[in-house]
């Protein structure tokens, strides 16, 4: 086996973990910290490990950064990553689970190191006008479809 210097491509994944309550969806974000995009806002989530499905990867991701168990995660869209000012490049994956809102109660910092503050729940509306968002949500945000929004919960205007 050849060990190789060249760059390699890992797979991100980030999950819209929503609740609704008065016809309202609202999702979990953060703002991140001690990594590239420390300061910018971001969804729950991490990389995918050897031999582990994306599902599996995800509610693995949920529970250790947030100590939310979410069940039957579902894929909502894929974006290629390539980050040169920081020498990476993702295929980042976008998941959406729903919980109730007794559950939503639950979420907590798991990961003090990995996250400024607390964990938010805000309106799409709301998560639209932070800035800066981690890039690859940035991606998502600027580029995500009626069908898209739509599978995570939320109303198209």
């Known amino acids: 086996?050849?060990?190789?210097?060249?760059?390699?491509?890992?797979?991100?994944?980030?999950?819209?973990?929503?609740?609704?309550?008065?016809?309202?969806?609202?999702?979990?974000?953060?703002?991140?910290?001690?990594?590239?995009?420390?300061?910018?806002?971001?969804?729950?989530?991490?990389?995918?490990?050897?031999?582990?499905?994306?599902?599996?990867?995800?509610?693995?991701?949920?529970?250790?950064?947030?100590?939310?168990?979410?069940k039957d995660p579902r894929l909502i869209a894929t974006i290629n990553t390539p980050m040169p000012a920081d020498n990476k490049h993702y295929v980042t994956l976008f998941m959406h689970s729903q919980v109730g809102y007794e559950e939503s109660q639950h979420a907590r910092v798991m990961e003090p190191e990995k996250l400024q503050g607390e964990w938010h729940w805000m309106t799409w509306e709301e998560v639209c006008h932070q800035k800066p968002l981690f890039y690859p949500f940035q991606l998502f945000v600027e580029t995500a479809t009626p069908h898209q929004l739509q599978a995570i919960g939320l109303e198209c205007t």
């Open 1 to 70: 086996m050849s060990i190789t210097t060249e760059p390699i491509v890992r797979v991100g994944i980030g999950c819209f973990v929503t609740y609704q309550k008065d016809n309202v969806t609202r999702i979990l974000v953060g703002k991140r910290d001690g990594s590239h995009g420390a300061g910018t806002w971001q969804l729950p989530g991490g990389h995918l490990e050897y031999n582990e499905s994306f599902e599996d990867c995800i509610i693995r991701e949920v529970f250790e950064e947030t100590n939310l168990s979410i």
